[in-house]
């Protein structure tokens, strides 16, 4: 008898494919149940691909965790992955509230979530445990250069509010009025985002590198598998260090024309371009699912498509706007 599993991918926004990953993985295990997508708004396209979408609210509002809760416990959903870092802080605090209702949610710690999302812990941790990163430079000393400098915030996600300072002027006009930045120096090399399989246990067992080819609004577009090993041992080595993680981690770095790896962001969630990690043969989702219903995933480290290209481009979903819940009718 086929076993029944209800999934939520919460904030799905654009990630279809992705969410189209996690529905191949039910239908080969066989398994039966529904893949609901939330997002706050029903005009986000992953709503309406998923089997059925949930409205919810804001991921900083006082009512956001006790909202997926609330819909866990109607839909019978077993497994939640959160997509994006502004919820990670409060899910992973509210583990346990998840497990009581029944429902595994894929997180990491909290611990691991802070570090993660604060830019100047992540500078601190990769320091003290023997990582190459982009220096932080303190204000007063950036100011004498030299330049070019990056400046982002200290907790920020998508590369929103990151700025390249070719000069003193502009890094006096990007830290007025913030208190709450990050200066970095420039490094000069190819950028690089490593997906890692740390599963439900937490054992680092995969290590995807991709070539990041070309950005738009903070996503890659275009991006090509590298099996680097040395990108890859690290990588491992940086999610091990980390420890209590769980799921995917996303981690960036460059690759210095001398061979350095230079990590500069650690993030405990799906990437937004893991869908091409995927496509390579490191089948995330199914080995997750495997792993939530007791089976052992057939993983085999380096058994993934070196040399594959993601070429993104637009498509569309189509719905009646009177038919839709919340601000779509407008």
Excluded at 236 to 247: I, T
Aim: proline share 5%; aromatic share 8%; glycine share 10%.
């Amino acid at each position: 008898m086929a076993e029944t599993l209800n999934i939520l991918l919460t904030c799905i926004g654009r990630r279809v494919a992705l969410l189209e990953a996690f529905r191949r993985a039910m239908a080969y295990l066989g398994l039966k149940g529904r893949l609901y997508g939330a997002d706050r708004s029903a005009l986000a396209p992953g709503f309406h691909v998923a089997d059925e979408g949930l409205l919810v609210p804001s991921v900083d509002g006082p009512d956001y965790v006790e909202a997926l809760l609330g819909l866990c416990r109607e839909r019978e959903i077993g497994l939640v992955v959160p997509l994006i870092d502004w919820e990670l802080p409060a899910l992973a605090s509210a583990r346990e509230r998840f497990a009581e209702a029944g429902v595994r949610l894929v997180i990491s710690s909290p611990g691991v979530v802070d570090i993660c999302r604060d830019k100047q812990r992540t500078y601190e941790f990769l320091k003290a445990h023997g990582f190459d990163t982009a220096e932080v430079i303190p204000y007063e000393k950036a100011l004498a250069g030299p330049f070019p400098l990056f400046i982002k915030p200290r907790y920020g996600s998508s590369a929103k509010d990151v700025h390249y300072l070719p000069d003193r002027e502009s890094l006096v006009f990007y830290c007025r009025g913030r208190d709450e930045h990050v200066i970095q120096e420039f490094i000069r090399g190819a950028e690089h985002t490593v997906d890692v399989y740390a599963g439900l246990d937490g054992a680092a067992r995969v290590a995807v590198p991709r070539l990041r080819l070309e950005v738009r609004g903070g996503e890659v577009a275009k991006a090509r598998t590298v099996r680097n090993l040395e990108i890859m041992r690290q990588s491992l080595r940086l999610v091990k260090a980390l420890g209590e993680c769980r799921g995917v981690i996303t981690l960036q770095c460059f690759l210095t024309e001398g061979g350095a790896v230079k990590f500069i962001e650690m993030n405990p969630r799906f990437g937004g371009g893991v869908p091409l990690a995927i496509q390579a043969g490191a089948d995330f989702p199914l080995w997750l699912l495997e792993e939530h219903i007791g089976r052992k995933p057939d993983i085999h480290p380096a058994d993934w498509q070196d040399g594959l290209l993601m070429l993104r481009y637009d498509a569309a979903v189509f719905r009646r706007a009177d038919e839709l819940p919340g601000e779509g009718k407008g």
